[in-house]
C-alpha cells in the first residue's frame, strides 16, 4: 500500500499521472489529474481490497450475494477518500502540486447504472455491507449507457445517452480470465446418462461472453474492501469463428455487435417492466455468470454443493434476478447430477426475495413464448416447480382448485406468462416488503394466498440510506455540528442522534443549525447558477420534489398547489404580500415511452416560465427545475431543503428513501401516510411532520365506492379555478390544448386521487407557512427531525436482514 503521508500520495500521484496518463503535471488536463487522483485512491485501497477476499474465502463463511439489475452508485471519489480517511492528505498533497481537490472532484461522471430508488437502495446496502463487516459481492450489470442525460428543449423532455464511460473508468478493474461464457435459444433434448437415469441436455443455440468488471467498496475506516462485480456482454470466439469460416466477415462482425447490445443500455423504465426480450437477456446473462463465478471463484475446488446454503445467500432485488432460482436447478440437476428433490432442497435455501413495488402493472409477467424461445429448459424447470408447488397447494387446501388456478406461476391472460413475484415468492426463504405499511399491503393484497398458506414467510425490512454518503460526505457543516455536540459515533451508530434531543432547545445550537442550513442554501444557489443558469432567491422556504416523475407520486398535486397560488394573486383574492416567499424545486426524470409523466414535465416547466416572470407575483414565489437529477445533485439539494415533499397516494409508494434523507438533513416532510413516511411521522412525532390526504383504507374505500374527481373539480371553487386557468391556455403559449391530456386525465379518470387529496394538501400547506414563520419552532422541528431520523440508517436494515432473514453476522 503507498504510504499513509503527503510525501508518499504526491509520490504516488506524479507516478500515475506520469505513466497511466502519459502526462506531465505542467500538460496535464483536468480530466487527466482527476483520473491519476483516482488512481492513486484505489491503490491506497487494493491492498485491503486483497486482504479482505483472502481473509473471506480462508473463514468460509456465508457471503451475502446481492443481485441486483441496478446500483445508482453515484460519485466514487469522495466515498473512497472518506473510507480511506485519506482527505486531509489529499487536500494537501494536491495542494503541493498547485491542483484543487474541489476542482477534481467535479470532474467525475457518477455511474448512474439505475433508475431510482430501487439502485440506489442496492448501492446504500453495500456501503453498510462493507461497513459492518459482512462479506458481501454485489452482482450486477455494467451498462456501457446508463439512465439517460435528461435535457429540456422548450421545457420538453429530451434524452441523450449516458457516456459515462467515454473518459475513462478509473474506478473499475476488468477480470477477462474470469469470464464466463452463457448460452441462449436452442431446443433440450433426453438422453440416458451411463448410470442408466434419464437427463436433459440443453442445446443451445448461441452463447455470450460475460467478462466481469470488478468494483472497490469500501467500508467506513474499517479496512475492510468488498466487491460489485458487474458484468459486460462480448461476443465469444466460438461464435466468431462459425461465422469467420463461412466467410462472412461484416456477418461476424454484426454478431459481435448483437452480442455486445446485451450490456449496451440500462432499460430506464421505473415501473413499468417493458417486456422485451433484451431485457430478459440482461437478467439471466448477469444472474448466469454471478451464479457460475461464485461456485467457480469463491468457492474450494472440492465444495460439495448440497452444502452451497452454508457459503452463499442470493437476495432478490425484485423479480429482476429471479431466472437466477431455475438457473441454478439446472445447474445442479444437469452440469452436477444433482437429483430435482436434492436441488430443489438446496435452491429454496439459497433465496431471498425483496419486493418493491404496490402497483400491479409493475410486477413481472414473462410471455411463456419468449421464455421458451430464448431459455428453453429454465422454461420446463419452472413448469416443474410450478407443478410441484401447485401439488402443494392442492395438499393444503383439497378441493380448492380456484385457489391452484389463481396461485399458478402460469398466468392465462392477456398471454400465457411466467409471474415472476409467484416464482420469487415460492422459491425464497422470506418474501419481505420495504416498509411496514407495504408489507403488510404485500400480504393483504399482492400475494394473499401465499400469506396464508406460509405466514412465517413472510416478513418486513424498512429501507434506509447510508449516513456516510447521505450525511457525512453531503452535508459537512452538519456533520461537523452534530459530531461537535455529540462525538463521531453517529456516522456507524446512527441511533446516537437521539442525543441531540436537548440541543433542540439550546439557543445556540438552533442558531449554528440555522447557519448550516443558510450555508447549505448558498451552496446551491452557487450550483445551480453553475450548472443551469437558475437564480435562487434568497430568504425562501425550499420547498423540494425530487424523485421519478409518475403519476402515483402526484407531482401534478405539487403543481396545482402552485397555479392555485398563483392564480389566488392574478385575480386579486391575496395580495402577494401574503404569500410566503417560497422556491419549489422539482428533480425528476420521465421513462422516454410515459406520455402522461413527460406531458407533466412540460407542464412543470411552462408554468415556471410563467409564474417566474409574472411582476404581479413579486418574486414571492419561483419554480426552479433543474434538468437531470441524479444522486450527484441530490446531495446538494437535499442538505439545502427546508420541506421535503413525499405526497404519494397512500397505498402507492412502498417506501421511499428520499424521504428519510430529507430528515436526516433537517427538512420537514409535508407527506401522506404511505410508505415509510408512516415510521417517520411516528418516530419524529406529529407536530413535527405534516400529514394530509386520506389514509390506504380511506382510498380503498373511495375506490370501491366510485370515485369521481369531477366532483370535487365542481365542488371546490378554488381547485376549479386552478384547473380552468391551465385549460385556459394561460401556460401553453396560446395553445389551449397543449395539456388537456393532463388536465383531462386528471378531470375524468385521476387515478391517484390527486383531486381527492387537493384540499388538505393546500392546509398542510397553511400549517407549513405558519411553522416556518415562527422561525424558532421551525428550527425545533428540524433538529428533531435530525435527532429521531437514526432509525432510517441502512446499516439497521442491513442488522434486520442478517438477523431475519440471512441467519449470518460480521466477521468480527
Ligand atoms: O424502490 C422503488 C420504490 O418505488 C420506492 O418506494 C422504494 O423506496 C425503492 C427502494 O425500495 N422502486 C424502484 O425504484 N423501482 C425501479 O426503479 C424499477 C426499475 C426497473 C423496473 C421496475 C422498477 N423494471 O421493471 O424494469
Not at 457460475?292 to 472440492?302: A, G, K, N, S, Y
Request: proline share 4%; aromatic share 10%; net charge negative.
Amino acid at each position: 500500500m503507498p504510504s499513509h503521508s503527503v510525501d508518499g500520495f504526491v509520490r504516488e500521484f506524479l507516478h500515475e499521472l506520469n505513466t497511466n496518463q502519459g502526462v506531465m503535471l505542467s500538460r496535464s488536463s483536468a480530466n487527466d489529474q482527476y483520473l491519476a487522483l483516482a488512481s492513486t485512491v484505489k491503490n491506497y485501497l487494493m491492498a485491503r481490497w486483497l486482504e479482505t477476499g483472502r481473509k473471506t474465502r480462508d473463514a468460509k463463511t456465508k457471503t451475502v450475494g446481492y443481485l441486483s439489475a441496478e446500483y445508482l452508485l453515484g460519485r466514487q471519489l469522495d466515498n473512497a477518500l472518506l473510507a480511506t480517511d485519506l482527505n486531509e492528505i489529499a487536500t494537501k498533497g494536491l495542494a503541493l502540486c498547485g491542483l484543487d481537490l474541489a476542482t477534481l472532484r467535479e470532474q467525475e461522471v457518477e455511474p448512474g447504472l439505475g433508475n431510482g430508488g430501487l439502485g440506489r437502495l442496492a448501492a446504500c446496502f453495500i456501503d453498510s455491507l462493507a461497513t459492518m463487516d459482512v462479506p458481501c459481492i454485489g452482482y450486477g450489470i455494467r451498462y456501457e449507457y446508463g439512465i439517460f442525460r435528461q435535457t429540456f428543449v422548450e421545457g420538453r423532455q429530451v434524452e441523450q445517452p449516458d457516456t459515462w464511460l467515454a473518459l475513462g473508468a478509473p474506478w473499475e478493474f476488468p477480470h477477462p480470465e474470469a469470464s464466463v461464457q452463457v448460452n441462449f435459444g436452442g431446443h433440450t433434448e433426453k438422453y440416458v446418462g451411463a448410470d442408466g437415469r434419464e437427463r436433459t441436455r440443453w442445446v443451445p443455440a448461441w452463447n455470450v461472453l460475460g467478462v466481469p468488471y470488478n468494483y472497490m467498496v469500501p467500508g467506513y475506516l474499517n479496512g475492510r474492501v468488498n466487491t460489485l462485480r458487474l458484468w459486460s456482454a462480448q461476443a465469444t470466439k466460438a461464435f466468431d469463428l462459425q461465422i469467420f469460416n463461412s466467410g462472412d466477415y461484416a456477418q461476424a462482425v454484426r454478431a459481435q455487435t448483437f452480442a455486445e447490445n446485451i450490456s449496451k443500455v440500462l432499460y430506464p423504465e421505473d415501473s413499468t417492466p417493458q417486456g422485451k426480450e433484451l431485457r430478459l437477456q440482461q437478467q439471466y446473462f448477469f444472474v448466469a455468470c454471478s451464479l457460475r463465478d461464485f461456485i467457480d471463484q469463491e468457492l474450494e475446488e472440492d465444495f460439495d454443493l448440497h452444502n452451497l446454503a452454508d457459503r452463499i445467500t442470493y437476495q432478490l432485488n425484485d423479480t429482476h434476478p429471479v431466472i437466477a432460482v431455475p438457473e441454478l436447478m439446472r445447474l445442479l440437476i444437469d452440469e452436477h447430477d444433482f437429483s430435482w428433490d436434492e436441488a430443489w432442497e438446496v435452491t429454496s435455501k439459497c433465496f431471498d426475495y425483496t419486493c418493491h413495488t404496490l402497483l400491479p402493472e409493475a410486477l413481472e409477467v414473462w410471455p411463456t413464448e419468449l421464455l421458451g424461445r430464448l431459455l428453453p429448459r429454465h422454461m420446463e424447470i419452472i413448469y416443474q416447480i410450478n407443478e410441484q408447488f401447485l401439488a402443494e397447494v392442492r395438499e393444503a387446501f383439497p378441493g380448492d382448485e380456484i385457489r391452484a388456478r389463481r396461485m399458478s406461476m402460469i398466468a392465462e391472460f392477456p398471454e400465457r406468462g411466467v409471474r415472476m413475484a409467484y416464482l420469487s415468492t415460492v422459491a425464497s426463504s422470506k418474501v419481505n416488503g420495504v416498509a411496514e405499511l407495504h408489507s403488510q399491503l404485500l400480504r393483504d393484497k399482492v400475494l394473499p394466498d401465499f400469506s396464508e398458506m406460509w405466514p412465517e414467510k413472510f416478513t418486513n425490512v424498512t429501507n434506509g440510506v447510508t449516513p456516510r454518503r447521505f450525511v457525512k460526505l453531503s452535508n459537512p457543516k452538519l456533520s461537523n455540528l452534530i459530531t461537535d455536540a455529540i462525538g463521531p459515533g453517529w456516522v456507524t451508530d446512527l441511533e446516537r442522534l437521539k442525543e441531540l434531543e436537548p440541543y433542540a432547545d439550546v439557543p445556540e445550537f438552533k442558531v449554528a443549525f440555522r447557519e448550516v442550513k443558510a450555508a447549505n442554501k448558498a451552496r446551491l444557489t452557487a450550483l445551480l447558477k453553475q450548472r443551469d443558469g437558475i437564480d435562487l432567491p434568497d430568504g425562501h422556504l425550499l420547498d423540494v420534489m425530487v424523485k421519478r416523475l409518475h403519476e402515483y407520486k402526484r407531482q401534478s398535486l405539487k403543481l396545482l398547489h402552485i397555479v392555485s397560488l398563483y392564480e389566488q394573486v392574478l385575480s386579486g383574492k391575496i395580495a402577494a404580500a401574503d404569500v410566503t416567499p417560497r422556491t419549489v424545486v422539482f428533480g425528476a426524470k420521465a421513462a422516454p415511452g410515459y406520455k402522461m409523466a413527460k406531458d407533466t414535465i412540460h407542464l412543470i416547466n411552462m408554468v415556471a416560465a410563467k409564474v417566474n416572470s409574472a411582476p404581479e407575483i413579486e418574486g414571492r414565489l419561483k419554480i426552479a427545475f433543474p434538468a437531470n437529477y441524479n444522486v450527484t445533485l441530490a446531495e446538494k439539494l437535499i442538505p439545502a431543503a427546508d420541506l421535503s415533499e413525499q405526497i404519494s397516494l397512500a397505498g402507492m409508494e412502498a417506501s421511499g428513501t428520499g424521504n428519510m434523507k430529507f430528515a436526516l438533513n433537517g427538512a420537514l416532510t409535508i407527506g401522506t401516510d404511505d410508505g415509510a413516511n408512516v415510521e417517520i411521522r411516528r418516530l419524529v412525532g406529529d407536530k413535527h411532520f405534516f400529514l394530509f390526504g386520506m389514509n390506504e383504507p380511506q382510498v380503498a374505500e373511495l375506490g370501491a365506492k366510485g370515485y369521481n374527481p369531477g366532483d370535487y373539480y365542481e365542488s371546490n371553487q378554488q381547485l376549479k379555478a386552478t384547473l380552468d386557468l391551465i385549460l385556459s391556455g394561460h401556460f401553453s403559449d396560446g395553445d389551449p390544448h397543449l395539456f388537456d391530456a393532463v388536465v383531462y386525465n386528471l378531470l375524468n379518470q385521476d387515478r391517484f386521487m390527486a383531486l381527492a387529496d387537493f384540499d388538505s394538501y393546500v392546509e398542510a400547506q397553511g400549517k407549513v407557512e405558519e411553522r416556518y414563520a415562527d422561525e424558532e419552532a421551525w428550527t425545533r422541528s428540524a433538529i428533531l427531525n435530525v435527532a429521531r431520523s437514526g432509525y432510517f440508517s441502512s446499516d439497521r436494515s442491513m442488522r434486520d436482514y442478517l438477523q431475519r432473514i440471512w441467519h449470518t453476522s460480521p466477521m468480527i
